[in-house]
């Protein structure tokens, strides 16, 4: 099987491509990315040799060059997207430009080239805040920040072309992803890497929302489920079941590192802020998916492997990015 994969040289793009040479090692693999600030090839420098993956420099919004590359793909993996909520509350056009536009031009590309499988990744934020309760993939959409919206709009765009064009697409709405190789602008690697620094830990607001965690690897788990066994024109919810709250995260995270309490500095909230994420994911479990890790072993690894791989994430934090938010409603 010959995969094109998007903004596989993120976070979770370089996890799955990973896991997908590591479970298939006959499939073939092009990562198309654009190498935006979140883009960062070192993530995989493993595979950099492999005969059957190779890396192509693109922009999804670049109709004519993504066209070039889907042509010869079976199957379309689109993680590439504009992913943080804060960047998108200061300046929403790199979010609406490739979450909605680059996805509208894979689209297009991908009818042309009769694609057989179009999996579109997307978040749980699409469906807003909920209290109590969970969403289900039959729930409104509601988003609240600028990503998001960004995302639901995509989300729209793929189901209508299943509908008109019977394209073969699936989507799915993963919760907050933790594990190796994340920027560290996120809450966890964020935490983390500022703790070892002895900075401190900004936690907006009273620290009380609540995101459902689940590691990376169970998520590109799910997502090889879909990929092979979704039915497509549906949308799966993907959760690791564990909901915390973010004060709770963050002393959990200081305990494992042997850091003080006292760096926790609550700073004022972010703009428009989601309560709480929580989804039902039991249409996924009936195809067998079922998340592996449990939270506290798992994010014992995450701060373990972030502990060790200073050379990674170092350059990232040393390029400008906190002095960007210093600029920010973190005071
Ligand atoms: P990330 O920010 O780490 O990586 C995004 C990647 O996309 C980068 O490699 C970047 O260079 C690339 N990219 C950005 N714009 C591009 C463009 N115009 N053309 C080509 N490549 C481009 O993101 P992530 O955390 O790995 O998230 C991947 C996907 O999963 C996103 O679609 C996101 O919405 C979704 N998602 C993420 C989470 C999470 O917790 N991180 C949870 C649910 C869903
Ligand atoms: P984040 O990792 O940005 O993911 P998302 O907003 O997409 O869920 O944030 C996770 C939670 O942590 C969210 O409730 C916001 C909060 N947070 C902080 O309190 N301080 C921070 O510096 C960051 C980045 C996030």
Redesign the pocket.
Known sequence: MKLLV????????SNFIRYIFEKYPSYKIIN?????Y???PDNLKDVENNPHYKFIK????DFKLVSKHIKNADAVI???????VDRSILNAGDFI???VN?TFSLLEASRAYKISKFVH?????VYGSILKGSFKETSPISPNSPYSAA?ASSDLLVRSYFRTYGLPAVIT??????GPF??PE?LIPLFVTNALDGKDLPLYGDGKNVRDWLYVID?CRAIDIVLHKGENGEVYNIGGGVEMTNIDITKLILKILGKPQSLIKKVSDRPGHDRRYSIDCSKLKKLGYKPLYTFEKALKETVKWYVENERIWRRLKNSGFDKYYKLQYKK
Not at 32 to 36: P, V, W
Not at 121 to 125: G, P
Not at 173 to 178: E, F, G, L, T
């Open positions: 998007t903004g596989g040289a993120g976070f979770i793009g198309y990315d654009k190498l935006t979140a883009g960062n693109g922009d999804i919004c689109n993680f590439a997207a504009e992913t943080h430009k490739t979450d680059g990744i997307s978040t749980d934020e995302k709405r993963c919760s907050n992803n933790y994340q920027y996120k998520h």
